[in-house]
């Protein structure tokens, strides 16, 4: 329609799976990039050459929607949306053979043996006193996490639900919301605050894992940390008026 435009994040969030290995990563990838240069981009962190690569589309819900088998198109031209996977399926053939890992042979060695080696990881870092045999470096990094987390949840007793707020995170623009929730939660340590935002700039419906901590929308729900909430006269705006 003449004098409306759709103005969609240039970026989304997706999860990353594939035939190669059996972890899950998440990416950050851009929505005008073809699905050639995608694959390019892909070749780094799943190690299966964009030449052998079928790529599978899954919504959040982990349900299959469709492969990306069109190169020239753009990345964005497909339903991508934030938290949704990609499946990238090695047809070369190659590592076939690795991956049933009961048939790859395991070297095994007791906690004792590689304690008294004088060559492995261990010895150089005792030696040198880095990583966790700093026990000062430790005792500070501890004492830091402490004070963070006291800061969190200093700021968190501030908030209350039903308030109004900004929400600023570094990296991402500011939004505008309501505090739905305020404390600990399953998902993560420390203190998170749960968000109703006034646009569908959220992950999920104030769901997480399973487990429902307040209730909106789908994509307007958002937990972050409190030192990254505002509470104050935000008032909703009225984004028809936009239009």
Known sequence: MEGISVISNPTVDVRLTSTMSEFESNKRFNRGITIAEFKAKLEMVVGIPSSSMELQLFSIQDKFLLKLEDNEALFGSYPV????RIHVIDRSGQGAEFSDLSKVEK??????????????????????????FNEEEERKKEELKEAAEEREKAACADITTGSRCQVKVVGQPTKLGTVMYAGTADFKPGYWVGIKYDEPLGKHDGSVNGKRYFECEPKYGAFVKPTSVTVGDFPEEDYLDEI
């Not at 590689?114 to 990881?121: H, L, N, T």
């Open 81 to 84: 949306d934030d938290d949704c």
């Open 107 to 132: 070297f095994e060695i007791t906690d004792d043996a590689y304690e008294k080696r004088s060559d492995s990881v261990r010895s150089f870092l005792k030696k040198k006193k880095l990583g966790k």
